[in-house]
């Protein structure tokens, strides 16, 4: 592949799509695109030969070339590097159909859905590019600061016997002549593998969701990066972690993705730490001072995020804040609760006014996880696979799955997470 | 957590599970075991607070325990490094149920099926801890020699829309009113995101089989490091590819885990690159003349696997070797024939008698992938939302999918792939 810069005279070999042709009879102008950006290559029928430039007549836009030649300066190809290449070596590698499904230009917009539907064809442009190159650099920066501090990657199933919390929203497997479930979280797997004597893990991996919610920020299948650690005081530590690593991994970002991040146009603030953390009661008390009544005791909803990242950034100047101490009774049975009260050590991590994470302390004490089972009216027979092991021996724990689309989607100011998405999974995509 | 070295007069606190009581009436030792190894904490009624000895009187294996104290030389302590810790603070944090499932002091061999059940437990010996973290090393090296040569990091899905190959080992689910497959490899989106205009890309996650086959090697769910590659000359460039990333893989790991592989007693050699190559048809020949008759034309089978690792290892002196050019008609629509001829561009990697990865050439020709399907007696339509891609211009691609549980298993020389597996998923589990 070619190196930069292209400095006059230098030989190179380019592969890549074609995205433009300019014909001017004898002067033909073809626009070269890979991964590092566009380059012109100029064919002048005096200057090369005319196999060469016949091989070009059938050219299409999309098509995919292999061209070498010399680097050559010219101050009018501003857009390509003030360079051009004069081939010696043309190869074809495949012709596209015309007309394409979709403009590729970026001046055209196409409707989301037929972008998704021709998602190989619409992915060809810088912006998408762009954002999948920060969202894989964001996924380094978790695991550089994690692996840096001994966080132990692990793989958990997702497959699992059975649901853990109403199973509504949970996929049904047909498992040879039984059901099995895709996981929602790696959330209980990841308890079981502290409760294995792992002090501190991460999991980069799948969840699956089946939300008939068609919206903006819903995936039916989506990566988050979830991590667990034991021996913790409470849930401000997990919180102390979680902010850490978010700092960390924007500030990679940030230094890895300067280009993209500048084509892209966005600018990407490295929050302070600590990040604000607001609390259920009080949280009743911000809401309804803004107009926003909820019945204490009760769960709040989206709505109310959005007014408490408002209150958040008026008051603190940042994006970033955790909402802790929710009503224990909206929450899993595995989550701890502060001791004799209704509220739980649950933290959500809000950032634009969308949740990021869910996390919190974890109840490793067994008799009080069997008393929170009971507690949901829910059975403990079919929780003995998971609660069987915190009959024996098992650490303070607690952790967060962070959604890496949500974060990414937020970060870029991108609207809908089907762009932060190679091939999006909802309620009704499924190709391709 | 406590540093190492440690030496005599340090204060330190320790955080873990006992692993063994041993009571002297007015003197007890308390294994207590961590990721790091194992201490002795030493309580002489004489020396300690009364309270502080007390407080272990009910202790039991495998409870949790925190213990802050000083670091006392004590030579007869060999087992825990020549070092006892003498208490100044002890919170018994859980108290763990006997008797015990399982024993866990590693004396006592408990049948796999057991030792399943009871994952949490079984996975708290330190050779169990020793192999999940050389499993881990190895996928940070993959990724960083992934990285360092511009391969970037996706995510595709699990979910697919329709069943690319035969259909019968794959996993169905319930997709709200119709049905989607679980992927039994991300190969389609794999080169869809090279359609897309990647370069270079690698994915790490999971696949799912749906295969009855209950054997020691098989996992309905494992993960894989799969990896895909454009502008290739043909599949001899990932075969490269795919040696030198092996090596560097376990380069990094004889490197990082010197001490859990020690502990293994197991020896980790670095093969020789180019990795022997082995071909169809020649192959025949060569299982002729050692006695295994294969119809020429036809797929070989698991014992020919064997038999070529023997031939390799006397001819060649190395455990990993390369199959290329298998029948091609045995292999899915996707694979790149040599033109004119029966045999495809399609490689596995075979490590100590036992595949490693699939991969090689992809076929990026829109004809000809048609002309694939036909051959196979496949509906073109019901691939249509895969190869009408192909129509708008791909570059020459191959790739491979690398077994992650699979090299773990025959670098450490382990008999069953269960037990390189946190939570492994076969016919017959589920649990925990």
Redesign the interface.
């Given at each position: 592949?070619r190196s930069r810069p292209l400095l006059h005279g230098m030989e190179v070999e380019i592969?890549g799509?074609?995205s433009k042709i300019r014909d001017l009879g004898n002067l033909r102008f073809i626009l070269v695109?890979?991964?590092k950006g566009i380059l012109q290559v100029t064919l002048a029928r005096k200057l090369v030969d005319a196999k060469l430039f016949d091989l070009t007549n059938e050219l299409t836009i999309?098509?995919?070339i292999?061209v070498k030649g010399v680097v050559k300066t010219n101050t009018l190809a501003k857009a390509t590097g003030g360079v051009e290449i004069i081939p010696s070596f043309i190869e074809v590698?495949?012709?596209?159909?015309t007309p394409?499904?979709l403009d590729t230009s970026g001046k055209i917009e196409s409707c989301l859905d037929n972008s998704l539907n021709?998602?190989?064809?619409s992915?060809?442009q810088q912006d998408?590019?762009n954002i999948?190159?920060i969202e894989?650099a964001l996924?380094?920066g978790f695991?550089e600061y994690l692996?840096d501090n001994e966080y132990?990657?692990?793989?958990?199933?997702?497959?699992?016997?059975?649901v853990s919390e109403s199973g509504a929203e949970t996929?049904?497997?047909?498992?040879?002549d039984?059901s099995?479930f895709?996981r929602q979280d790696p959330q209980l797997?990841r308890e079981?593998?502290i409760?294995?004597?792992?002090?501190k893990i991460f999991e980069?991996?799948?969840s699956?969701r089946?939300d008939?919610s068609h919206t903006p920020r819903h995936l039916?299948?989506f990566?988050s990066c979830a991590v667990e650690t034991?021996?913790i005081g409470n849930e401000l530590d997990t919180m102390h972690l979680e902010s850490e690593l978010i700092i960390h991994a924007l500030k990679f970002v940030k230094n890895k993705c300067e280009k993209e991040i500048k084509e892209l146009g966005v600018d990407i603030c490295i929050p302070k730490t600590p990040f604000p953390e607001l609390r259920f009661p009080e949280i009743y008390t911000i809401l309804e001072e803004r107009g926003k009544k909820i019945v204490r005791g009760e769960d709040y909803d989206r709505e109310s995020e959005k007014i408490l990242s408002q209150y958040v950034k008026e008051q603190y100047d940042t994006d970033f804040f955790f909402v802790n101490r929710f009503p224990a009774k909206a929450k899993p049975f595995y989550v701890m609760k502060v001791d004799n009260t209704q509220w739980a050590r649950s933290v959500d991590l809000i950032y634009k006014g969308m949740e990021m994470s869910s996390g919190g302390q974890r109840e490793?004490?067994?008799q009080q996880l069997i008393e929170n089972l009971k507690e949901r009216g829910m059975r403990t027979d079919t929780m003995e696979?998971?609660t069987k092991?915190?009959?024996?021996?098992?650490?303070?724990l607690g952790g967060f799955a962070i959604g890496?689309e949500r974060l990414t989607m937020q970060l870029l100011n991108i609207e809908n997470v089907r762009e932060v998405?190679?091939?999006p999974?909802d309620?009704g995509r499924?190709?391709?």
């Amino acid at each position: 592949m070619r190196s930069r810069p292209l400095l006059h005279g230098m030989e190179v070999e380019i592969c890549g799509w074609v995205s433009k042709i300019r014909d001017l009879g004898n002067l033909r102008f073809i626009l070269v695109r890979d991964t590092k950006g566009i380059l012109q290559v100029t064919l002048a029928r005096k200057l090369v030969d005319a196999k060469l430039f016949d091989l070009t007549n059938e050219l299409t836009i999309e098509s995919t070339i292999k061209v070498k030649g010399v680097v050559k300066t010219n101050t009018l190809a501003k857009a390509t590097g003030g360079v051009e290449i004069i081939p010696s070596f043309i190869e074809v590698v495949s012709i596209a159909d015309t007309p394409l499904p979709l403009d590729t230009s970026g001046k055209i917009e196409s409707c989301l859905d037929n972008s998704l539907n021709w998602r190989c064809i619409s992915l060809r442009q810088q912006d998408s590019y762009n954002i999948f190159k920060i969202e894989s650099a964001l996924v380094q920066g978790f695991q550089e600061y994690l692996r840096d501090n001994e966080y132990q990657e692990v793989f958990t199933p997702c497959l699992i016997g059975a649901v853990s919390e109403s199973g509504a929203e949970t996929f049904e497997v047909k498992y040879f002549d039984r059901s099995a479930f895709l996981r929602q979280d790696p959330q209980l797997h990841r308890e079981l593998t502290i409760a294995a004597g792992f002090e501190k893990i991460f999991e980069i991996g799948p969840s699956f969701r089946a939300d008939p919610s068609h919206t903006p920020r819903h995936l039916c299948e989506f990566r988050s990066c979830a991590v667990e650690t034991s021996w913790i005081g409470n849930e401000l530590d997990t919180m102390h972690l979680e902010s850490e690593l978010i700092i960390h991994a924007l500030k990679f970002v940030k230094n890895k993705c300067e280009k993209e991040i500048k084509e892209l146009g966005v600018d990407i603030c490295i929050p302070k730490t600590p990040f604000p953390e607001l609390r259920f009661p009080e949280i009743y008390t911000i809401l309804e001072e803004r107009g926003k009544k909820i019945v204490r005791g009760e769960d709040y909803d989206r709505e109310s995020e959005k007014i408490l990242s408002q209150y958040v950034k008026e008051q603190y100047d940042t994006d970033f804040f955790f909402v802790n101490r929710f009503p224990a009774k909206a929450k899993p049975f595995y989550v701890m609760k502060v001791d004799n009260t209704q509220w739980a050590r649950s933290v959500d991590l809000i950032y634009k006014g969308m949740e990021m994470s869910s996390g919190g302390q974890r109840e490793h004490r067994y008799q009080q996880l069997i008393e929170n089972l009971k507690e949901r009216g829910m059975r403990t027979d079919t929780m003995e696979w998971f609660t069987k092991f915190f009959r024996f021996g098992v650490p303070p724990l607690g952790g967060f799955a962070i959604g890496i689309e949500r974060l990414t989607m937020q970060l870029l100011n991108i609207e809908n997470v089907r762009e932060v998405t190679l091939f999006p999974r909802d309620t009704g995509r499924l190709f391709p």
